[in-house]
């Protein structure tokens, strides 16, 4: 391997029009970026490799959308909320989680983490980006 | 995750300077202001305040969040040295957006410390509030010093900009989770309800305009006490009506920054060099113990919490100080929550129990642990760069113990500054008097 100079965005987002959710996996330690970028930043390797990640997640955290952190476009996704979430294979970030509401809300945070896969949404621009939806909804 | 290193020698603080934070557009006596005006006024105060002249200064750094936008300028730095008597000098200009004015001490500071320089200036400016005229397009040709009022529609469409365009704008959680991430993760964390943590919301703002209140540089200084009485309400009735509406999934309106206008700046000197620099010193120097700093991009989970757990580890690490040694702290709590959460994790209020501390009022400028005794970003106001350098500006004024109507009670030594902004840069800046 080399350090290279490629598209890792557009090829991120190609797969995504395939159904397919690519990362980049450390061939060091193991780690898995997503989304995919050059490095490592569990190890500081400079180098990571293409990697299909199962989809398989949880939810630690939720906080529901209100005027200040909304946008039109979002209505599209039903009922949701934003949260911390956690791949299977380690990776934490920031995502969109659909299937919860002022209404389960509640009940839903008492059992965290949810588990929750992922699924590609339709953005206003003409690209499709991930979410997640729970396995189970209340 | 980082360690610091001591510096190379000792960083003081000889001097500071602040405009007031103010709607420039809606006051024919501000109406018109320019950068170099509202620079080189904070700029000059801080000269005077340290008792140097422009000559004694060697070097100046010049922070604007958005210098376009703000401006009309790519090269802020060079436009304005000319009205501080710095002319032809040397000069870099940086943004880290709302954390830019405590990034501001951590590049003077190091300037300072590496020995490159003995003398710096290091200033802010933005306005938050308006854009030079006309506003329709940063391309078109501009008015040399008419301006248009900043809508909040622009405003908005522009703080796109400070996140990631590949992938975490596309993912929409990371910007949407600025507004109540923190809240939640008290909420969560502390096992409080979410009734406690609107309470507590709603003290940190009524405690921020009571410190408003009594300070002139502030932008608003009504108190809540007054706004209810005149709404014929009691306070916790005005605090959950729709005045002070819910926006967010915990925040209320009034959690929310006052963007405006404003400038600010500070001297910093080798402490071995003051004699020799600041002939006409009226303070007591005081020290840059050390910055700690960390940033997490915006898809980071709890990038707020993080990256100050990170920060006050770093320079607590470095000084061997802790929470227990802080007599003032200060949080840029554009979102008000800040405030609560940053203190806690630097021990300035125990762990689990700030909240209490808050709707107890202890935390205002008259309490036994003062916050943001100039009003925060919910009252003193938000000129987005300068507003690290305003904090800065009234924490030395207060451990100068030159605060007058709003001098906290026991003349502070040492204060941190926790800085945020930017998506998230976070700055933990330590600073002490000097001892004679």
């Given at each position: 391997m080399s350090i290279k100079l490629e598209k890792v965005v557009e090829k991120f987002y190609q797969g995504l029009e395939e159904g397919k959710f690519l990362g980049r996996k450390c061939p060091q330690c193991g780690n898995v970026e997503f989304p995919p970028v050059y490095a490592c930043n569990a190890c500081g390797s400079y180098e990571t490799e293409w990697y299909e990640i199962s989809g398989r997640a949880k939810l630690h955290?939720?906080?529901?959308?209100?005027?200040?952190?909304s946008k039109p476009e979002y209505k599209k996704l039903g009922k949701f909320a934003y949260?911390?979430?956690?791949?299977e294979e380690g990776t934490r970030f920031n995502a969109v989680v659909r299937g919860i509401s002022k209404k389960n809300r509640a009940e839903l945070t008492k059992k965290l983490p949810l588990d929750c896969h992922i699924a590609v949404f339709e953005r206003e621009g003409g690209y499709k980006t991930v979410v997640f939806d729970l396995d189970e909804i209340n | 995750m980082g360690t610091l290193g001591k510096y190379g020698r000792s960083v003081s603080i000889i001097g500071v300077g602040c405009t007031p934070f103010m709607y420039t557009v809606d006051h024919e006596e501000t109406n018109g202001l320019t950068e170099g005006e509202m620079f080189g006024y904070a700029a000059l105060k801080a000269m005077e305040d340290a008792g140097v002249n422009p000559r004694d200064v060697d070097f100046y750094f010049h922070g604007?969040?958005?210098p376009l936008n703000g401006s009309n300028y790519l090269t802020p730095n060079v436009q304005v040295a000319n009205w501080f008597g710095m002319k032809g000098k040397g000069s870099i200009h940086h943004s880290e957006a709302c954390c830019t004015g405590y990034l501001a001490i951590e590049q003077a500071a190091n300037a300072v410390a590496s020995g490159k320089y003995d003398c710096v200036l290091t200033g802010a400016v933005e306005f938050g509030d308006s854009t030079p005229s006309p506003a329709d397009s940063v391309e078109t040709p501009k008015h040399p010093y008419k301006r248009d009022k900043m809508t909040m529609e622009k405003f908005l469409k522009t703080t796109a900009w400070l996140y990631d365009r590949t992938y975490t704008r596309s993912l929409m959680a990371g910007q949407e989770l600025i507004y109540d991430d923190a809240a939640e993760w008290y909420v969560r964390t502390r096992g409080i309800t979410p009734e406690q943590m609107n309470d507590t919301l709603n003290w940190m703002c009524i405690n921020n305009r009571r410190n408003a209140s009594v300070n002139p540089l502030a932008i608003e200084r009504r108190t809540y006490e007054s706004l209810a009485k005149e709404a014929g309400m009691t306070l916790d009735e005005y605090m959950n009506s729709?005045?002070?509406?819910?926006?967010?999934?915990?925040?209320?309106?009034?959690?929310i920054e006052l963007k405006c206008d404003g400038a600010a700046a500070a001297i910093l000197c080798a402490t071995e060099k003051i004699p020799e620099i600041a002939k006409k010193l009226a303070h007591t120097p005081i020290e840059v113990l050390g910055i700690g700093s960390a940033a997490c991009e915006a898809s980071t989970p709890h990038f707020e919490v993080r990256a100050t757990q990170e920060a006050v580890r770093q320079v607590y690490e470095l000084t061997g100080l802790s929470g227990?040694?802080?007599?003032?702290?200060?949080?840029n709590d554009f979102i008000i929550t800040s405030h609560?959460?940053?203190a806690e994790i630097a021990g300035y209020l125990p762990y689990g129990e700030g909240w209490k501390y808050i709707c107890d009022g202890r935390t205002a400028w008259d309490g036994d642990k003062p916050i943001n005794t100039n009003g925060g970003r919910t009252s003193f106001g938000h000129a987005h760069a300068a507003s690290g350098l305003a904090d800065m500006y009234e924490a030395c004024k207060q451990l100068w113990g030159e605060c007058g109507e709003h001098q906290v009670k026991h003349t502070p030594k040492t204060a941190m500054l926790r800085g945020y902004g930017g998506a998230q840069n976070v700055a933990a800046v330590l600073i002490r008097t000097l001892e004679a």
């Amino acid at each position: 391997m080399s350090i290279k100079l490629e598209k890792v965005v557009e090829k991120f987002y190609q797969g995504l029009e395939e159904g397919k959710f690519l990362g980049r996996k450390c061939p060091q330690c193991g780690n898995v970026e997503f989304p995919p970028v050059y490095a490592c930043n569990a190890c500081g390797s400079y180098e990571t490799e293409w990697y299909e990640i199962s989809g398989r997640a949880k939810l630690h955290s939720i906080v529901l959308p209100a005027a200040l952190s909304s946008k039109p476009e979002y209505k599209k996704l039903g009922k949701f909320a934003y949260g911390e979430v956690e791949l299977e294979e380690g990776t934490r970030f920031n995502a969109v989680v659909r299937g919860i509401s002022k209404k389960n809300r509640a009940e839903l945070t008492k059992k965290l983490p949810l588990d929750c896969h992922i699924a590609v949404f339709e953005r206003e621009g003409g690209y499709k980006t991930v979410v997640f939806d729970l396995d189970e909804i209340n | 995750m980082g360690t610091l290193g001591k510096y190379g020698r000792s960083v003081s603080i000889i001097g500071v300077g602040c405009t007031p934070f103010m709607y420039t557009v809606d006051h024919e006596e501000t109406n018109g202001l320019t950068e170099g005006e509202m620079f080189g006024y904070a700029a000059l105060k801080a000269m005077e305040d340290a008792g140097v002249n422009p000559r004694d200064v060697d070097f100046y750094f010049h922070g604007e969040a958005s210098p376009l936008n703000g401006s009309n300028y790519l090269t802020p730095n060079v436009q304005v040295a000319n009205w501080f008597g710095m002319k032809g000098k040397g000069s870099i200009h940086h943004s880290e957006a709302c954390c830019t004015g405590y990034l501001a001490i951590e590049q003077a500071a190091n300037a300072v410390a590496s020995g490159k320089y003995d003398c710096v200036l290091t200033g802010a400016v933005e306005f938050g509030d308006s854009t030079p005229s006309p506003a329709d397009s940063v391309e078109t040709p501009k008015h040399p010093y008419k301006r248009d009022k900043m809508t909040m529609e622009k405003f908005l469409k522009t703080t796109a900009w400070l996140y990631d365009r590949t992938y975490t704008r596309s993912l929409m959680a990371g910007q949407e989770l600025i507004y109540d991430d923190a809240a939640e993760w008290y909420v969560r964390t502390r096992g409080i309800t979410p009734e406690q943590m609107n309470d507590t919301l709603n003290w940190m703002c009524i405690n921020n305009r009571r410190n408003a209140s009594v300070n002139p540089l502030a932008i608003e200084r009504r108190t809540y006490e007054s706004l209810a009485k005149e709404a014929g309400m009691t306070l916790d009735e005005y605090m959950n009506s729709p005045y002070n509406p819910r926006m967010g999934d915990f925040l209320r309106a009034g959690g929310i920054e006052l963007k405006c206008d404003g400038a600010a700046a500070a001297i910093l000197c080798a402490t071995e060099k003051i004699p020799e620099i600041a002939k006409k010193l009226a303070h007591t120097p005081i020290e840059v113990l050390g910055i700690g700093s960390a940033a997490c991009e915006a898809s980071t989970p709890h990038f707020e919490v993080r990256a100050t757990q990170e920060a006050v580890r770093q320079v607590y690490e470095l000084t061997g100080l802790s929470g227990e040694d802080l007599d003032l702290f200060y949080a840029n709590d554009f979102i008000i929550t800040s405030h609560l959460v940053s203190a806690e994790i630097a021990g300035y209020l125990p762990y689990g129990e700030g909240w209490k501390y808050i709707c107890d009022g202890r935390t205002a400028w008259d309490g036994d642990k003062p916050i943001n005794t100039n009003g925060g970003r919910t009252s003193f106001g938000h000129a987005h760069a300068a507003s690290g350098l305003a904090d800065m500006y009234e924490a030395c004024k207060q451990l100068w113990g030159e605060c007058g109507e709003h001098q906290v009670k026991h003349t502070p030594k040492t204060a941190m500054l926790r800085g945020y902004g930017g998506a998230q840069n976070v700055a933990a800046v330590l600073i002490r008097t000097l001892e004679a």
